[in-house]
């Protein structure tokens, strides 16, 4: 089994910031791409950032320069830095991982989600 447990989200005041985590447990091979991805109220889930095994990155503009995203391949860990909040940032943030459980074939595996609330 693969889990991917997501931890850090709360509640913060617009400018303020929050750092995201995303840990892998579980057997599997290896972790290729992970991402962040977040929903808000009546809005479909959108993709933050992701970032390649070897550190290839990709943002949503609405987050670039404000959030940093970072793995750690020996910990099975990925990061989600966010600085200057906004309340159009207020989400539930989900992790996603492509996970070779074992042989050659890649799935893709998802947290629970952990609210940002972003509000004065």
């Known amino acids: 089994q693969v889990h991917l447990v997501e931890s850090g989200g709360g509640l913060v005041q617009p400018g303020g910031s929050l750092k995201l985590t995303c840990a892998a447990s579980g057997s599997f091979r290896s972790i290729n791409d992970m991402g962040w991805y977040r929903q808000a109220p009546g809005k479909q889930r959108e993709l933050v950032a992701i970032i390649a095994r070897f550190g290839g990155t990709n943002y949503a503009d609405s987050v670039k320069g404000r959030f940093t995203i970072s793995r750690d391949n020996a910990e099975n860990t990925m990061y989600l830095q966010m600085n200057s909040l906004k309340p159009e940032d207020t989400a539930v943030y989900y992790c996603?991982?492509?996970?070779?459980?074992?042989?050659?074939?890649?799935?893709?595996?998802w947290g629970q989600g952990t609210q940002v609330t972003v509000s004065s």
């Open positions: 996603n991982g492509k996970i070779v459980p074992r042989g050659i074939s890649e799935y893709s595996y």
